[in-house]
């Protein structure tokens, strides 16, 4: 589980350092990651700057980076820091000048496949004008710097160019995935009274067409600052009634599109509004995270560019979701000029196979998926690198939850010896990963391979000690150019800073510390294993174990589909600690099932692991991007009233009434 150095970007970036940073030799320059990254935490100015000069930022700015450390971090103090104060650049000029400089114009920039097969392809060539021409017809809507433009859509091409047109004026992209109900979205996109909606007639999901015309009314209703809506038409059904549509003036994409322009681009401040993200909601209305123009394209230039090694020969495919951050990061692969890819439809339809076969025929490069897929195609029996020529895959990144230890193996076995799997962990608050894979670094099964240049993150006891090989809370002691500009109408910056700075467990930590809400292990080699939320840490009998060890040893058994541990406190010091699971087609959960769980748990963890009952339940709870719903679940089966959960941030919410009732059910 390795790959390959030689000739990457890691190894021209390390070449160029100075002697300071102290790392290896050219010939390898991960032999000491652990000194380049010391180098870059310790130096945050330095570090940054030399990115900046690596990836040629001057190139896209309105003026030169002045010289000295004041001009790349003016104050490090977080939340606040003053990043690169002075400069103007915008995001769109990183990737417009991939599209002037290519080699091969006629090279496809997006591509966009359906459920059905359908194919859109955008070359290098066609994007400058597209972006262009969108961009005139929101100046024509009347968007200008600062307004917002909301997308309510599936994963299609349409929905990158929209972005794009959007922040090459200097407005602000919002998007919300189409699976939302008109009320879920209104929830989101409502706070942002934005001017322009992009929507989408339906997409195909499972073998069947989602009509979202009466949706996209209802949303429009929603919003009463809307000046114009332009539509995504997908030709799997039926097209939006122009004739009969009232209100704001409606404009079809494609139309657009047919007439290129050249688009003009506006400098904007460094830490401009690109994008609005939003939390997941489970808990409270749902937060509207801002980031900005520049720290964006720094910190997502460093992910892909440098620790994943993107560049123009690649083919960069991540499934992914208009809701989710990862949507976001995906257009990395486009400021790093590789081909990147967009999918709609559902990942396992009509079998688990399904994207497998779309790697195979795009010749992609990069694959970033989740580990359900993973465990899908596992329990499917797959053997994708025999079944399909993968030869020219080299990286399969996986997030939205911990990746199982079997899972590596997995793909080692199946998959192929020769791809390294990049297990990385991030957030929508910084729209990044903090850790995770990196070119020329081994692999260790169930491990995150390295903290990212640049995140100084560590895991801390309560005293604030530095804990290695030891389970703690993660922290982040430095600024990160993409954490958040700030929180949508939260202009004194409460909100933000409660979000993270003011935790309970923070009280009198050293000011600015950022808690990120995991419990972690940072190993003596640097790595990183992830056991769960530690705002959902299991504590039996005064032991603190991780959600997500159980998971891995539960999942790994062949009639398991999924797991879902929950520690529910009770009267006079009683504990309750259910596993829930739901059943691949066939399996049944009768005595032996439970002994085999039980059994493998007390021998992979320990017995205190063992959960009180196994418990077959109709399905389980997670938001929209897949995160199990541990925290809102445990309050609810505890019978408290307090605990503050929207249905419409649910991927079912039907299930919560059954999880209600097994509390209800159960006797202390």
Not at 301 to 326: E, I, N, R
């Amino acid at each position: 589980m390795n790959s390959s150095i030689t000739g990457t970007a890691m190894e021209r970036f390390v070449a160029g350092l100075p002697s300071e940073v102290g790392a290896a030799p050219t010939d390898d320059p991960t032999a000491d990651y652990d000194a380049l990254w010391r180098w870059s935490v310790d130096h945050p100015a330095r570090f940054w700057r030399a990115l900046w000069d690596f990836f040629d930022l001057d190139g896209v700015t309105a003026t030169p980076l002045a010289d000295g450390d004041a001009a790349v971090l003016a104050d490090a103090t977080m939340p606040g820091a003053q990043w690169f104060p002075g400069v103007e650049l915008n995001y769109v000029d990183q990737i417009l000048r991939h599209a002037r400089t290519h080699t091969d114009p006629a090279r496809a920039a997006i591509v966009g496949i359906g459920e059905l097969g359908g194919r859109t392809e955008i070359t290098w060539a066609q994007l400058p004008g597209q972006i262009g021409a969108v961009a005139q017809a929101l100046r024509d809507a009347g968007v200008g710097r600062g307004d917002v433009v909301a997308a309510y859509l599936p994963d299609v091409a349409e929905a990158m160019i929209a972005f794009l047109a959007t922040a090459s004026i200097g407005a602000v992209w919002s998007g919300c995935g189409a699976d939302y109900a008109p009320d879920g979205a209104a929830a989101r996109l409502g706070q942002l009274d934005p001017r322009v909606l992009y929507l989408s007639n339906g997409y195909q999901y499972n073998g069947k067409w989602i009509d979202k015309r009466a949706h996209g009314v209802e949303l429009i209703a929603a919003l009463p600052d809307l000046a114009a809506v332009f539509v995504v038409d997908s030709p799997d059904g039926p097209e939006f009634d122009r004739d009969a549509h009232t209100g704001p003036t409606l404009l079809a994409h494609h139309e657009l599109v047919a007439a290129p322009r050249d688009p003009a681009v506006e400098a904007v401040p460094f830490d401009h509004p690109l994008w609005v993200l939003f939390s997941s909601g489970t808990t409270g209305r749902p937060k509207g995270i801002v980031h900005g123009h520049g720290g964006v394209v720094l910190e997502h230039l460093k992910v892909a560019g440098l620790h994943s090694d993107l560049g123009v020969d690649d083919v960069f495919f991540w499934q992914t979701a208009l809701s989710w951050m990862m949507w976001n990061y995906r257009l990395a692969g486009l400021l790093c000029g590789a081909t990147t890819i967009c999918y709609t439809g559902s990942p396992l339809f009509p079998d688990a196979d399904r994207l497998w076969e779309l790697l195979e025929r795009e010749g992609v490069t990069y694959f970033g998926t989740s580990p359900g897929q993973l465990q899908a195609s596992r329990k499917a029996d797959l053997s994708p690198g025999s079944d399909h020529d993968l030869s020219r895959l080299r990286t399969l990144g996986s997030t939205g939850s911990t990746l199982a230890a079997d899972l590596f193996v997995w793909v080692d076995e199946h998959v192929g010896a020769q791809v390294p799997v990049s297990s990385v962990s991030g957030g929508t608050d910084v729209v990044t990963a903090f850790a995770g894979g990196s070119i020329g670094i081994p692999v260790v099964p169930g491990e995150l391979s390295v903290r990212y240049l640049g995140v100084s993150l560590h895991s801390w006891s309560p005293d604030r000690r530095e804990l290695i090989d030891e389970v703690g809370e993660m922290v982040i002691t430095a600024p990160m150019p993409s954490m958040p500009v700030g929180f949508w109408r939260d202009d004194d910056g409460s909100r933000y800073r409660a979000a993270y700075f003011e935790h309970e467990w923070t009280q009198g930590l050293t000011p600015g510390t950022w808690r990120h809400g995991d419990w972690v292990t940072i190993t003596d080699r640097g790595s990183m294993v992830i056991h769960g939320r530690s705002d959902a840490t299991l504590n039996r009998h005064g032991i603190r174990m991780g959600s997500a060890d159980i998971y891995e040893v539960v999942e790994a058994i062949g009639e398991i589909a999924e797991g879902f541990v929950v520690g529910v406190d009770g009267p006079d010091g009683a504990y309750w600690m259910p596993l829930f699971v739901t059943l691949i087609p066939g399996a049944s959960l009768d005595d032996e099932l439970r002994a085999r769980i039980a059994s493998d748990v007390r021998r992979r963890l320990s017995p205190r692991h063992v959960p009180d009952e196994v418990l077959l339940a109709p399905g389980i709870p997670h938001t929209r991007t897949g995160k199990k719903l541990e925290v809102p679940v445990t309050g609810i089966l505890a019978g408290r009233t307090d605990v503050a959960l929207d249905p419409r941030s649910v991927d079912d919410p039907a299930l919560i009434d059954w999880y209600r009732e097994q509390g209800v059910a159960h006797r202390w």
